[in-house]
């Protein structure tokens, strides 16, 4: 890098002062002209004198012989000064100024520039429709820490550092990698300082050999301050918890977490875990509760009246939505239809929730709503047809029948 500076000073300097010599060489070659014309001048004067003498001959013609040999002597030495190099000379020294000015503007761009960083990009993105070789792998991890080194205001090559070093198995350098961002994180960064802290936690645990440790767990409960319903804190603070014996505390974040979760093999995973730790605590002579473990689900039969078929178009929209019965407006379920599917058999579930955190297992009752939208919006309007069912239970219940029949004013 040192030689890439010195070429492209040198360079500089000869870009700056090549004209400056030129300039010399073309005052001295004035100069050497001025003094051509005087030696001229002075050779024919004194040679006009030999004629006006009165000497033989033969004395005049050796006379005139010394003074041919002084202008010679005079114009031989002149020749030292010319019109300057050749073109062809002149392009070669160019094309080189040229070559050594690139290499080392590329060279420090590679260093100083987006260089680094260029390549970070073109190895993540080959990484993901190809597996790296080791000497990738190990190329792409230095050239993220220089980048996160270099650029401390970009969270995102921090960030990336850190999932590298945490898929090669180096948790503990993933974990101070995530500290550092974290640290740089505004305060009102909320919901990224929870993921960034929930990151860091995950990877002193795997870097202590997965062993509880208290102050890991008060670290996650701080992450759930800041955003309650994130799934993987969630999900992390029930293991923690239920490594340390908190049991119950297990089974708080857990519920949290799996009443969020479309039935699948997640949700299986976290209802074994509340219920193992559900025996633990009946063992220990502790009464649970565990009612509410049955996955939510309405079933719903919509139907539209004649009256309201012939008054809106085929092809018009119909929204089945499932509203909490005190809460925001946000729909817990929702699922979209067409008038000329109707009637049709559904079912709301947690799969159809808009928000994590806001689903049907959240509540035990909700309100159910099956509306046509003329403008196919989900928000009432005048002119749309609707029906609504309240205070219908969230788990248990029979199926549902809703009827299309009356015009919203």
Do not use: C
């Amino acid at each position: 890098m040192l030689l890439s500076i010195i070429l492209l000073v040198v360079t500089l300097l000869l870009v700056l002062f090549y004209p400056a010599l030129r300039q010399s060489r073309a005052e001295a070659a004035e100069q050497d002209q001025v003094q051509k014309d005087e030696n001229l001048r002075l050779y024919q004067e004194r040679v006009a004198d030999l004629e006006a003498m009165e000497l033989s001959e033969s004395e005049k013609a050796q006379m005139q012989l010394e003074l041919d040999r002084e202008l010679l002597a005079a114009v031989g030495d002149d020749t030292r000064f010319g019109d300057g190099p050749a073109k062809g000379p002149r392009l070669v020294f160019s094309l080189a100024l040229l070559v050594v000015t690139l290499v080392s503007v590329a060279a420090l761009y590679m260093f100083w520039g987006a260089g680094n960083e260029v390549r970070a990009t073109q190895l993540l993105e080959y990484s993901t429709s190809a597996e790296l070789t080791a000497e990738e792998y190990s190329e792409l991890g230095q050239r993220l820490a220089q980048a996160s080194e270099r650029q401390p205001d970009n969270m995102e090559w921090a960030f990336l550092q850190g999932r590298l070093l945490e898929a090669e198995g180096d948790f503990a350098a993933a974990a101070d990698a995530y500290d550092g961002l974290l640290a740089r994180l505004s305060q009102d960064q909320v919901q990224d300082r929870a993921a960034i802290m929930t990151l860091a936690v995950q990877a002193r645990f795997f870097a202590n050999n997965q062993q509880p440790d208290e102050q890991l767990y008060q670290r996650l409960l701080a992450a759930l301050e800041l955003a309650p319903q994130q799934r993987k804190p969630l999900g992390l603070a029930g293991i923690l918890a239920y490594e340390l014996g908190d049991y119950r505390n297990a089974i708080v974040h857990w519920r949290s977490l799996w009443v969020q979760l479309p039935a699948g093999m997640e949700a299986m995973t976290i209802e074994n875990g509340i219920r193992r730790a559900a025996e633990v605590l009946t063992e220990q002579g502790e009464a649970v509760d565990l009612s509410w473990l049955v996955s939510a689900g309405i079933r719903v039969r919509v139907d539209i009246s004649d009256e309201a078929r012939a008054a809106v178009p085929a092809g018009a929209t119909v929204f089945v939505l499932a509203r909490a019965l005190d809460g925001p407006p946000m729909p817990l379920a929702v699922q979209r239809l067409v008038v000329s599917q109707l009637p049709a058999d559904i079912l709301l579930d947690n799969s159809m929730a808009m928000t994590a955190g806001a689903s049907l297992s959240s509540v035990e009752q909700v309100t159910v709503t099956a509306r046509v939208s003329l403008s196919g919006q989900p928000m009432a309007q005048s002119g749309d047809w609707q029906v609504q069912q309240h205070n219908v239970p969230t788990r248990g219940a029979p199926q549902q029948m809703l009827t299309i029949s009356e015009q919203i004013d």
